[in-house]
């Protein structure tokens, strides 16, 4: 397997190091240097809690001895997330259900070995790190969890509700578990995870959630509709968790990835539709590069899919000192796909 050591972790690090061990006058600087007063009375400010603060070097990548939870971490996205995390100095507990989900989902379902292989690659960045297989449907083990990680950490400051299944089939042929599942799945398990998880960062007073939606949960997807609704719901999800947990200083975010080259994807029927996404007739068994070079020129920024590691760099940005302020957003990486969408 390629080691996931991409340049720009490298960087990052030596930018958190620079920033802790340079000058203070270099390590935090204010711009705004005019006088902060209306007719000669100040203008009141937001506590140091309640601001991203002064510039500090990589304060947007910088996350370090904090103590995060990704689920759905065996592969894909959430292992990009879990790792590049620990790259930027987190310690992560990996969640997954490692295992079989359901019958309503395409994908091959991730292994206690893909799970232990995140943990491998945390701990090669030389942060603490474990595998914990769980369902995010039973909110009891999660909740178990969140006592656990509380006790042996001592705090939680990450949250990634991430894990996600997708089933691929027509609204009207849907067996009951195509729908039941990948909602109870998919938006109660991301539910579950911040009833959870949220009332350990209420009572300290400071958080972060991140939630997984999809460009599939901002418009409608033919064949898919438990999948997109799940995501649709999501986003509903975030942003009243953002208003309710917001005056608790617990931020909630969503990230919205593109389509991804993950084993959620990377079967015959998803680059069949993404084929027909364009409005080309689609054939039943694509090729990849058949699917790569009719979808890539409609994509302002000319890629068929992105990388997990696409992804996670995001994820860092909303679990940083630098996203004090940042609460109910969503963030779209989609290489520019999101652009033809309102």
Do not use: C
């Not at 759905?72 to 079989?100: M, Y």
Request: proline share 6%.
């Amino acid at each position: 397997m390629k080691s996931y050591v991409p340049s720009r972790r490298h960087v990052l690090l030596a930018t958190a190091a620079f920033g802790a061990s340079g000058s203070s006058a270099i390590a935090q600087t204010r711009t705004d240097t005019a006088p902060r007063s209306l007719n000669g009375k100040p203008m009141p400010e937001p506590s140091a809690e309640q601001s991203a603060g002064p510039i500090v070097p990589g304060r947007g990548s910088t996350l370090n001895n904090k103590i995060a939870v990704v689920t759905g971490a065996a592969r894909g996205i959430g292992r990009a997330i879990a790792v590049e995390f620990a790259a930027n100095g987190a310690d992560v507990v990996a969640v997954d259900i490692a295992g079989f989900v359901s019958t309503a989902s395409n994908a091959v379902p991730a292994t206690p070995e893909e799970l232990d292989e995140t943990v491998r690659q945390i701990k090669a960045y030389g942060r603490r790190a474990e595998a914990v297989r769980l369902d995010i449907r039973n909110i009891d083990a999660l909740r178990a969890l969140a006592d656990k990680v509380q006790h042996d950490y001592g705090r939680i400051d990450v949250v990634v509700a991430n894990a996600a299944i997708q089933r691929w089939k027509p609204l009207l042929e849907m067996e009951d578990a195509d729908w039941r599942d990948v909602i109870d799945n998919n938006l109660n398990g991301t539910a579950n995870t911040i009833r959870a998880f949220a009332p350990k960062m209420v009572a300290r007073k400071k958080g972060r959630i991140i939630v997984l939606s999809s460009m599939q949960g901002k418009h409608g997807t033919k064949d898919a509709a438990s999948y997109s609704a799940s995501k649709w719901g999501i986003l509903g999800l975030m942003k009243s968790a953002a208003m309710e947990l917001g005056p608790h200083n617990v931020t909630v975010n969503a990230v919205i990835p593109g389509l991804v080259d993950t084993p959620l994807t990377r079967y015959d029927k998803r680059l069949s539709e993404s084929i027909g996404e364009t409005g080309r007739q689609a054939p039943e068994h694509p090729s990849p590069q058949e699917a790569w070079d009719v979808r890539a020129p409609t994509v302002p920024l000319r890629v068929g899919w992105l990388q997990p590691d696409d992804i996670s760099p995001v994820a860092v940005f909303l679990a940083s000192d630098a996203a004090n302020m940042v609460t109910g957003a969503e963030y779209e990486v989609t290489a520019g796909d999101s652009a033809k969408d309102i």
